[in-house]
C-alpha cells in the first residue's frame, strides 16, 4: 500500500490517504453492524472479503501489531443478527455511495483480489516515464480488470471507472503549480493527463465510462481543478464543457469559477507565459462556446438535464467578465498592472481572430449587440446635469484606449444602422451611463463618415418628438448627443453653433410652431445655464433663436440670465473669437491670443475664397466691440511688407474697400509700416533682431546695447556709460514685464539643474510668451557684453577700462539672474568647445564680475552632492566646468586661463583676497591640474628667472595661442604668489578627484602618456610633499588612504549627481578608474613588502591592514538605522569595498603568513570583523556570501598557510577559528565549493602531497553528504559538525527541483536530532528570504514544502525546536552561531513567522483545543467573527502607530500565507513547558517591531508588490495573535508560567490586557482538569 499513496500519482489516493483509511474504518465498521443484521448478506461479504487486510492506521500498524482480515472483523457479530433484506438493500446502497465519494479504489482493488491485483493502478497508466505503461498495463487489461471488480462488488463498472479517473484527474491538478492561482498545466502534469485520457476514450468506447458520474465526480474536486484539465476533456471527447457545466447543481457557483479562472487565464497570457499558444486556444475555445451557447434563439439540447441552464451560465460568465472589464477602467486601472492585463486580454477575443471560426453571425451579432447594452448601461451613476458638465472630457482622445478599441471591435460586426439604431432603443428603454454613452457617440463618427448622417437623422427626429410632446428627456439627449458629436471637430460632425442656428435660427426651427414650444425651449435652456460651460452660453446669446416680436420677453430673460451666469465666472461676452474650438482643454482663451487665431483662419479662408469670410462680416455688425478692439489691432500689426502682396495685404485691402476697417486706424497701420521699411537691419555680431520689433521692447532694448557698444571706443563718451547702462536696465525691465524696481525684488535661492538646464516658470513669467521673451533679452545680454569686452580691450587694459563691467553685470543680477545662471549653463557645461574665443573671453570676464558680487546674490541650488544651503555663484562656475574628454579639458584650459589672467589683470592693484573672492578656489585647482596633465614643461620646478609677466593682449587678438598664454599664466609672479594660500593649491586628494573624472577613451592623453603622469603625480610630486601643502609626507601608506577615501568618494558623488547608467558594472560608473585602481594596485604590493621585511622572520605583523580601518571610519559615518535610505547607502557604501578587496592581493584579507605564536592574524579578525558586523546583512544572500569574496579568501588563506612551517595544521587551526568567530564563510565555501574545491585542490597538491586538511575534508565531506541524501541510494549518516551538514544539505536542496526534494526528505527520520534543528532554522531563513528578495532563486512555494517536511519530522520524533525563537549571542553552542549565519532582516521577522504558523488553521485548531469561557463557542467561524468583536477592547496598544507601517509590512503575511500547523500537534502548546513563554516573547516582540517603525526589513522589492494586494491587514495579525494568546493562557499548567514575570517587567506594557491574563492565570490554582478533553458544545 506504500507505493499507491503519494503526490507523484504512484496509485490513486482519492482522498488523501491517511484520511481515507479513517474513513473506510469506519465505514467497515458501520457496514458490518448492517450486514450482521442479515446473515445471507453478512456472509456474502465475509466470503468476498475473506481474504483482504485492513488498511493500517496512519502510522502503519495495528494495536497488536498483526493486520486482521476482513473475515475476522466481521466474526462474532454476524450470528448474532437475524436477515433483513430491507436493511441489507440499504447497506448496499450504503456501501455503493461510500465507494463513489470515499474510497480510494487502489486500496479496495488490493483487497478484494489480493497481491496479483497490485498490476491494476491507473498511476502506471499515467505515468508517461513508464516503461510498463503498455506491455504491461494495457487498457483493455486495466478495463477487464475493472468489469472483474465492479461484478463482485456490485457497482456498475461505468461508475466504478468514471471515479477513478476523476480521482486521476485530481491528482495530476494538485500537483506542484508555478503560479498562486494556476489554470494552466505543466508539461509533466499535460503528459500525465494525455495518458490518463487515452485511457478513459477507451472506456468510452467500450461502454465502460459513466459522463454524468464523471462530471459529478469533477466537480467534488472543484477547488483542485483546473481550467486546462476542463479544456482538454471538451477537446478530446471524454465530456463536453456544456455537459459538465450543466451537471453542477449550483450555477451562480460554477459561473464564479469560471470567471475566476478566466480571469487568471487571460493574465497569463498578456504575462506571455511559456504555453501562451495553449491559453489563448483554450481562451478562444470558451469564448466561442459560450457564444454560441448563450445567444441562439433556440437551444436543440436535450439532455437529461434542464437545457436552459447552458444559456444561463454562457451569459452569465461573458456578462461578469465584462462587468469586471468596466468596472476597472471606471475605477482608473494602473498601465501594465495585472488587471490592466486581464481586461486588455479580455477585449481581445472581441477580435475576429478569437471569434473567426462561429459560422452563424446571428449569434455573433446578439453577443456583440448585448455586450453594447452591457457597456451602455452598467452602473448609471451619473445624471443628465453631470453629463453636460463633464462630457468636455469624455471625448474620443481623452476616452481610455482600452475602451475605445473595445468600440471598435464592435463596429466591424454591427453596421452603423444598427449602432445608432440601438443606441436609440438602450436610451429610450433603460438607464444609461453617460459617460460611456457619450463617449460611444464619439468614437461612432470618428470610426464612420456616414455617421453624421445618421445622428443627425436621429437627433432632428429626438427634437421633433421632444416639441411635439415636450419631452424633456428627448431634449436632453438630442443636446448631449450633438455637443459630444461635435468636439471631435469639423471634420466628424459640424459644430454645436452651426447646428444650433440651423435648429433655432430661423421660422422652420423646431421652436416655432407655437407658443408652447417657444416657453419649453427657453425652459430647457434656463435649466441648463447652472451647467454649462461658457462656450456654450456664448453661443447662446450670439446666435439666439428666432423669437416673434410679442415674444421678446423670453429671449431677454434668457439672455440676461445667461450674462449675468457668465458675468458670475468672469467671462466676458466679447472675449469669445470669430472661429471657436470647444474641444479645446481650457473654456477661455485670452483675447489677444484668440485675435491672432481668428486672423490666421480668416486669412486663410480669403485665400481659398477670394472673399471676406461670412464670420469676419457678422462680427464686423454683432460683434463690432472685439472686432474693433482686437481683431483689428491682430490683423493690422505692423511689419515690413513684402514687395509683392501677400494674402495678408489683399484681406486688408478688401475690409477697407468694405468699409470695414476705420480710416485712422488704417493711416497709423501704413505709417508704422513706412517706419519699420525705413530703420536699418541690425546686424551686429551674434545678434540679429528683426526691424519690425524696433518699437518694441525687444527692439528697444538691441537699440540701447548698440549705443552702448559705439560708446566703449569711444574715449568722449566715457561719462555717458552710466547713463546707458541706466537705460538698458529700464528696457530691460520693460522687456519681462516688471513695473516695480528690481531692488525690491529678493530672489532667496535659485533652483538649477545642472543636467538639464531649463527656465523654471515663475509668478512673473506665467506665460510660455514671457519665458521666451526672457532668454531672448539674456541671449542679448551675453552677446553684448563679450562684443563690449572685445571692443573695449581693443583700446585699453582691463584695468583702465572703468566701471561699465560692474554696472552691466548688476543689470543682470536682479529677477533676470535665474535666465541667466540657466544660459550660462547651458553654454559653459554642454556647448563650452564649441564657443569661439570672444565668447570664452567675454563669458570668463562675466564670471569674474558674478564673483566680484558674491555677497549681493542669491545661493544656487544645484542638488546632490552639492551642500542643501547652495552654491555661490563663483563655486557654480566650477561645477560647469567638466575634464572628463579631450574637448571639455581644453575648453575649461581656455576658460581658467581667461578668468585668471582677466582677474590678475582688472584687480592687480587690490589685495590677494579680492583675487580669491573674486574666483573660485576650484577653478585655480582645475587650472593647475590641467596644466600639469597637459604640459610636461610645468612639470619641472620653476626658478625666480622663469617668473614672466602677464599680458591680456594676446588673450582677446582671434588667434589666441591658449598654450603660451596658460604657460604665461603659470610663471606669472602673481599667480606663482596667489599658490601660496592654502586653500587654491592643489592637494593630492584634489587631484585623485580630478584625475577619476577623465574618461580614457576621450582622453587628450595616449595609455602610455597617463600612465607616465600617474607615476610622476604620485610618487614624485604628491608622495615626497608636505602634509601641510597637500602631499603624503612620504607615506606611502597615507597616500593609499588617501586614494581608497577618494575612489569611495568619488563613487558615492557619481551615481547621485551624474546619474550615469550601468554604474554598478565599474567604479563610479566609468572605466577610467581602472588606470588608477592600477596605481592603488601598485603601492599596495610595496606596502606588502615593507611590512614582510619590517616582520622579523617566524613572526606575523601585529597591527591590521590600513584598508580595514578605512572601512571602519567610513561605516561609522554613516547613518544608522534600519531605514531604506540608510540601508540602500550601507549597502552601496559595501559593495564598492568588496570590489576594492577584490582587486587587491588576497593576503589583504588573511596576512602573507601563519605561524604557530600567533594562528589568528589582526587582518583575520579585521576580515571576519566587518563579515559578521556588515556583509553579514547587505552582501549575503540565503545564509552565505557570494562566490567572489568567498573565493578571494580561500586562496588568501591558502597562500599564507602554504608559508608556514606545517600548512595543513594551520589550515585546520584558521578554519575551527572560523567555526566559532566567522561561520558565513564556512557557509559560503559550502554554497560555492563545486567551483571552489578544483582551485583549492590544485593549489594544495601543488605544494603538498599530503591530502587535503581535515577541515577542508569536512566541507567535502558535508557536501559529499549533502549529494548523497538528495540521491536514491540510501543516505549515509552525516557528518559533524551537524550545522554544517544541516546548511551543506540546505544548499543542495535548494538546487533541485521541488518533486526530487519531497521525495528524498522522508530519509530524515534517520538523521540526528540536532541537524534536523539547525536544517530547520536553514529552511525557515531561506523561506524569508525567497520573499523578502525579489532576485531570489529559491522558489517560494518550494522553500514552504521544505519547512512543512522537516516540520513534520521534527514533530513526529517529537524534537523540540522552539530554540530557534530565543536565540542570543550568550548561547555559545546554537544562538551565537546561528545568529551570524543569518542576516538581522531575517532574524527580525522571527515573530512574523511564528506567529504566521498560527494562521489561518492555526488559530481554529487551537481555539477548538483551548476555548475561551468569555467566547462564543460554535466554530472557528464565529470565533473569527468574536475576534473581530473584541477589537475595541484593545485600546490600551497604540494602535494609530501601526497603520502607517501596513502596506511595509504586508510582506510578512505573504511569506506565510500557507500554514505550517497542519505539522504541529495541537497538544504541543500545552504538554511543552517552554511554549507559553516563546509565544508570549514572540507577541511582545512583533507589537514592538510595529510601534518601532523599522520598516525596512520587512520592506517588499518593487517586484513583489503586486503579489502582496489582497493579503491580511498588518493589525490583523497581532490582533489573531493576541486572541491566540488570550485563548492559551487559561489552558497551560502553572509550570510554564516560570520567568515569565522577567519577561513582562521589559516590555509586558505593549499590551496590559495580555499582561494581566498572564499574571491572573499565574497567582490562581491549577486547573486538574486541565489534560482533559475540552467540552465544545
Known amino acids: 500500500m506504500a507505493t499507491t499513496q503519494g503526490l507523484d500519482l504512484r496509485g490513486v489516493a482519492w482522498p488523501p490517504p491517511a484520511n481515507g483509511r479513517a474513513r473506510l474504518a469506519a465505514a467497515n465498521r458501520n457496514a458490518a453492524r448492517a450486514r450482521a443484521q442479515g446473515a445471507a448478506a453478512g456472509a456474502v461479504g465475509a466470503k468476498a472479503m475473506s481474504d483482504s487486510r485492513v488498511p ?27 436477515y433483513n433484506p430491507e436493511r441489507a438493500q440499504k447497506s448496499k446502497e450504503s456501501a455503493v455511495r461510500l465507494l463513489r465519494s470515499h474510497q480510494d479504489l487502489n486500496a479496495l482493488l488490493l483487497e478484494v483480489e489480493g497481491p496479483l491485483c497490485k498490476k491494476l493502478s491507473l498511476s502506471k497508466v499515467i505515468d508517461c516515464d513508464s516503461s510498463e505503461a503498455c506491455a504491461n498495463h494495457s487498457s483493455s487489461f486495466i478495463g477487464s480488470a475493472l468489469q472483474d471488480q465492479a461484478s463482485r462488488l456490485g457497482v456498475p463498472v461505468g461508475i466504478l471507472s468514471a471515479g477513478m479517473v476523476a480521482s486521476s484527474v485530481g491528482q495530476i491538478c494538485t500537483a506542484p503549480a508555478e503560479t498562486s492561482h494556476p489554470v494552466l498545466l505543466t508539461v509533466e502534469q499535460r503528459k500525465k ?42 477537446v478530446q471527447g471524454i465530456v463536453s464543457l456544456q455537459e459538465l457545466l450543466e451537471s453542477h447543481p449550483d450555477m451562480h457557483a460554477v459561473g464564479s469559477w469560471l470567471f475566476r479562472n478566466l480571469c487568471c487565464l487571460c493574465e497569463q497570457i498578456e504575462a506571455s507565459c511559456q504555453h501562451a499558444d495553449v491559453a489563448r486556444a483554450m481562451l478562444s475555445d470558451f469564448v466561442q462556446m459560450f457564444v454560441l451557447r448563450g445567444f441562439q434563439k433556440n437551444s436543440d439540447l436535450r439532455r437529461t438535464v434542464e437545457p436552459e441552464k447552458m444559456p444561463q451560465v454562457a ?23 495585472s488587471t490592466h492585463k486581464t481586461v486588455r486580454c479580455w477585449f481581445g477575443v472581441f477580435s475576429g481572430h478569437t471569434l473567426g471560426s462561429v459560422i452563424s453571425t446571428d449569434p455573433l451579432k446578439r453577443f456583440f449587440s448585448h455586450t453594447l447594452t452591457q457597456i451602455l448601461t452598467h452602473s448609471p451613476v451619473l445624471k443628465a446635469s453631470d453629463a453636460v458638465q463633464m462630457q468636455r472630457e469624455w471625448s474620443f482622445a481623452r476616452t481610455h484606449p482600452l475602451l475605445t478599441a473595445l468600440y471598435r471591435r464592435l463596429f466591424v460586426m454591427l453596421s452603423p444602422e444598427e449602432l445608432v439604431g440601438h443606441l436609440q432603443e438602450v436610451l429610450e428603454t433603460q438607464e444609461v451611463h453617460w459617460q460611456r454613452v457619450l463617449s460611444f457617440v464619439s468614437a461612432l463618427v470618428v470610426c464612420f463618415s456616414e455617421a453624421q448622417q445618421l445622428l443627425e437623422g436621429w437627433v432632428a427626429h429626438l427634437m421633433a418628438q421632444a416639441f411635439e410632446s415636450c419631452q424633456l428627456d428627448s431634449m436632453v439627449t438630442a443636446f448631449l448627443v450633438v455637443r459630444q458629436a461635435a468636439l471631435e471637430g469639423p471634420s466628424a460632425f459640424l459644430s454645436y453653433a452651426d447646428w444650433f442656428k440651423a435648429s433655432f435660427g430661423s421660422t422652420r426651427g423646431y421652436h416655432g410652431c407655437s407658443k408652447k414650444a417657444l416657453v419649453f425651449l427657453f425652459t430647457f435652456l434656463s435649466d441648463l445655464v447652472p451647467f454649462e460651460s461658457p462656450r456654450y452660453l456664448q453661443v447662446h ?29 468672469k467671462v466676458s461676452i466679447e472675449n469669445m473669437g470669430l472661429y471657436e474650438d470647444l474641444s479645446s482643454a481650457g473654456d477661455m482663451t485670452e483675447p489677444h491670443s484668440q485675435a491672432l487665431q481668428d486672423v490666421e483662419k480668416a486669412v486663410m479662408v480669403f485665400e481659398h475664397t477670394g472673399k471676406i469670410p461670412i464670420t469676419v462680416m457678422e462680427a464686423s455688425i454683432f460683434r463690432r466691440p472685439y472686432y474693433v478692439s482686437h481683431f483689428l489691432p491682430a490683423l493690422l500689426t505692423p511689419r515690413v511688407l513684402p514687395k509683392i502682396p501677400d494674402s495678408r495685404v489683399a484681406f486688408i485691402e478688401s475690409l477697407k474697400r468694405a468699409d470695414k476697417i476705420p480710416p485712422s486706424l488704417y493711416s497709423t497701420y501704413c505709417q508704422a509700416c513706412s517706419a519699420a521699411e525705413e530703420k536699418p537691419e541690425d546686424a551686429t555680431l551674434g545678434v540679429r533682431a528683426e526691424s519690425s520689433s524696433a518699437e518694441e521692447p525687444l527692439g528697444q532694448l538691441t537699440a540701447a546695447l548698440g549705443e552702448l557698444r559705439a560708446s566703449m571706443t569711444d574715449p568722449s563718451q566715457r561719462d555717458v556709460i552710466s ?10 525691465r520693460a522687456v519681462l514685464g516688471h513695473n516695480e524696481d528690481d531692488s525690491s525684488i529678493e530672489i532667496s535661492k535659485i533652483q538649477l539643474s545642472i543636467n538639464t538646464p531649463r527656465l523654471e516658470p515663475r509668478e512673473h513669467m506665467d506665460t510660455a510668451l514671457m519665458r521666451t521673451m526672457s532668454l531672448q533679452a539674456v541671449d542679448l545680454l551675453l552677446t553684448s557684453f563679450c562684443q563690449n569686452l572685445m571692443a573695449a580691450s581693443s583700446v585699453a587694459p582691463p584695468e583702465r577700462q572703468g566701471p561699465w563691467a560692474t554696472l552691466f553685470m548688476r543689470t543682470m543680477c536682479g529677477r533676470v539672474l535665474p535666465a541667466v545662471l540657466t544660459r550660462l549653463c547651458q553654454l559653459l557645461r554642454h556647448q563650452g568647445p564649441s564657443l569661439s574665443a570672444p565668447h570664452v573671453l567675454g563669458l570668463a570676464a562675466l564670471a569674474v564680475h558674478l564673483g566680484e558680487s558674491r555677497s549681493a546674490l542669491p545661493k544656487v541650488d544645484v542638488g546632490p552632492p552639492a551642500p542643501d544651503a547652495g552654491l555661490p555663484v563663483p563655486a557654480l562656475f566650477d561645477s560647469l566646468l567638466t575634464c572628463r574628454t579631450r574637448d571639455s579639458l581644453l575648453f575649461c584650459l581656455k576658460f581658467c586661463t581667461a578668468a585668471i589672467s582677466y582677474s590678475l589683470c582688472k584687480f592687480s592693484s587690490q589685495s590677494r583676497d579680492t583675487l580669491c573672492s573674486c574666483l573660485s578656489p576650484g577653478l585655480i585647482k582645475k587650472f593647475q591640474f590641467l596644466v600639469f596633465r597637459l604640459f610636461s614643461e610645468a612639470r619641472q620646478p620653476l626658478s625666480q628667472e622663469d617668473a614672466a609677466s602677464l599680458s591680456w593682449r594676446p588673450l582677446y587678438l582671434p588667434s589666441a595661442d591658449w598654450q603660451r598664454a596658460a604657460l604665461s599664466l603659470w610663471t606669472h609672479r602673481t599667480f606663482r604668489e596667489l599658490l601660496k594660500e592654502e586653500d587654491v593649491h592643489l592637494t593630492y586628494q584634489d587631484w585623485l578627484h580630478l584625475e577619476l573624472e577623465i574618461q580614457p577613451e576621450a582622453d587628450a592623453l595616449s595609455d602610455t602618456e597617463r600612465q607616465d603622469f600617474h607615476q610622476w603625480a604620485i610618487h614624485e610630486h604628491f608622495l615626497p610633499e608636505s602634509s601641510a601643502s597637500g602631499g603624503c609626507d612620504g607615506d606611502l601608506e597615507a597616500a593609499c588612504t588617501i586614494l581608497v577615501n577618494a575612489l569611495m568618494d568619488f563613487h558615492q558623488s557619481s551615481r547621485s549627481y551624474d546619474r550615469s547608467e550601468n554604474s554598478d558594472l565599474v567604479f563610479g560608473g566609468r572605466t577610467g578608474n581602472d588606470d588608477i585602481i592600477s596605481r592603488l594596485q601598485e603601492m599596495v604590493a610595496d606596502l606588502e613588502l615593507q611590512q614582510d621585511l619590517s616582520v622579523p622572520l617566524g613572526h606575523t605583523p601585529s597591527q591590521g591592514h590600513f584598508l580595514f580601518g578605512i572601512f571602519r571610519r567610513r561605516l561609522q559615518a554613516l547613518t544608522s538605522g534600519w531605514s531604506v535610505a540608510a540601508s540602500l547607502q550601507r549597502q552601496r557604501e559595501l559593495l564598492m569595498y568588496k570590489r576594492i578587496l577584490l582587486r587587491l592581493p588576497s593576503s589583504v584579507l588573511c596576512g602573507s603568513s601563519f605561524q604557530a605564536e600567533q594562528p589568528i592574524t589582526a587582518r583575520c579578525e579585521q576580515f571576519f570583523h566587518l563579515v559578521n558586523s556588515e556583509m553579514r546583512n547587505f552582501c549575503s544572500l540565503g545564509g552565505a556570501l557570494t562566490q567572489d569574496i568567498t573565493a578571494h579568501f580561500f586562496r588568501g588563506l591558502l597562500n599564507a598557510c602554504l608559508r608556514s612551517r606545517d600548512p595543513s595544521l594551520m589550515v585546520d587551526f584558521i578554519l575551527a577559528k572560523c567555526q566559532m568567530k566567522c561561520p558565513l564563510i564556512l557557509t559560503s565555501a559550502l554554497l560555492w565549493w563545486p567551483s571552489l574545491e578544483p582551485v583549492l585542490l590544485c593549489r594544495w597538491r601543488r605544494h603538498c602531497q599530503s591530502p587535503l586538511p581535515r577541515e577542508l575534508q569536512k566541507l567535502q565531506g558535508g557536501r559529499q553528504f549533502a549529494s548523497d541524501f538528495l540521491s536514491p541510494e540510501a543516505a549515509s549518516p552525516a557528518p559533524n559538525p551537524d550545522w ?13 527541483r521541488d518533486e526530487n526534494v519531497r521525495k528524498q526528505l522522508k530519509k530524515l527520520d534517520c538523521q540526528r536530532e540536532e541537524l534536523l534543528v539547525f536544517l530547520f532554522f536553514f529552511s525557515l531563513m531561506g523561506l524569508l528570504s525567497s520573499h523578502l528578495t525579489s532576485n531570489s532563486a529559491t522558489d517560494p512555494l518550494k522553500a514552504f514544502h521544505v519547512c512543512a517536511a522537516i516540520l513534520e519530522c521534527l514533530e513526529k520524533r517529537k524534537i523540540s525546536w522552539l530554540a530557534l525563537f530565543q536565540l542570543t549571542e550568550s548561547d555559545l553552542m546554537l544562538g551565537r552561531l546561528l545568529l551570524r549565519v543569518a542576516a538581522d532582516q531575517h532574524t527580525r521577522l522571527l515573530p512574523f513567522a511564528f506567529y504566521r504558523y498560527l494562521h489561518p488553521q492555526g488559530l481554529s485548531g487551537l481555539g477548538q483545543c483551548f476555548p475561551d469561557p468569555h467566547l462564543s463557542t460554535s466554530g472557528s467561524r464565529q470565533m473569527g467573527r468574536v475576534a473581530c468583536a473584541s477589537a475595541p477592547q484593545m485600546s490600551s496598544i497604540p494602535w494609530h502607530h501601526l497603520l502607517p507601517f501596513q502596506q511595509s509590512v504586508a510582506i510578512c503575511h505573504y511569506v506565510f500565507t500557507s500554514s505550517l500547523l497542519s505539522y504541529f500537534h495541537e497538544d504541543g502548546a500545552i504538554r511543552e513547558e517552554a511554549f507559553l513563554h516563546v509565544a508570549v516573547d514572540m507577541y511582545l516582540k512583533l507589537v514592538q517591531l510595529f510601534m518601532a517603525g523599522d520598516t525596512s526589513t520587512v520592506s517588499p522589492p518593487a517586484g513583489r508588490r503586486l503579489e502582496l494586494q489582497g493579503q ?24 510554564s508560567f516560570s520567568h515569565m514575570a522577567e519577561l513582562l517587567a521589559d516590555h509586558g506594557d505593549c499590551d496590559p490586557e495580555v499582561s494581566a491574563a498572564l499574571q491572573s492565570r499565574q497567582q490562581a490554582a491549577p486547573d486538574a482538569d486541565l489534560y482533559q478533553e475540552p467540552h465544545l458544545f
Open 56 to 82: 493500517n492506521s496512519a502510522s502503519g500498524q495495528g494495536p497488536g501489531g498483526r493486520r486482521r482480515s476482513w473475515a475476522e472483523l466481521l466474526a462474532g457479530r454476524v450470528k448474532r443478527q437475524k
Open 193 to 234: 493527463l494525455s495518458s490518463l485520457l487515452e485511457f478513459a476514450q477507451y472506456l468510452l468506447a467500450h461502454s465502460m465510462f459513466s459522463r454524468l458520474s464523471f462530471c459529478q465526480e469533477l466537480w467534488k474536486i472543484q477547488s483542485s481543478l483546473l481550467l486546462e484539465a476542463v479544456w482538454h476533456l471538451h
Open 315 to 337: 451569459v452569465d460568465v461573458l456578462q461578469r467578465m465584462l462587468i469586471f472589464a468596466l468596472d476597472a477602467l471606471a475605477a482608473g486601472v494602473q498601465e501594465e498592472s
Open 541 to 569: 446669446i450670439l446666435h439666439p433663436p428666432l423669437v416673434p416680436s410679442k415674444y421678446r420677453s423670453l429671449l431677454t430673460d434668457y439672455i440676461s440670465l445667461a450674462k449675468t451666469r457668465l458675468a458670475d465666472l
Open 723 to 732: 547713463a546707458q547702462v541706466a537705460v538698458i536696465s529700464e528696457r530691460l
Open 1284 to 1296: 554544517l551538514s544541516a546548511a551543506a544539505l540546505h544548499f543542495a536542496i535548494q538546487q533541485v
Open 1512 to 1535: 491580511d491587514n498588518p493589525v490583523e495579525l497581532i490582533t489573531k495573535a493576541r486572541l491566540f494568546l488570550l485563548q492559551l493562557i487559561p489552558r497551560c499548567p502553572k509550570k
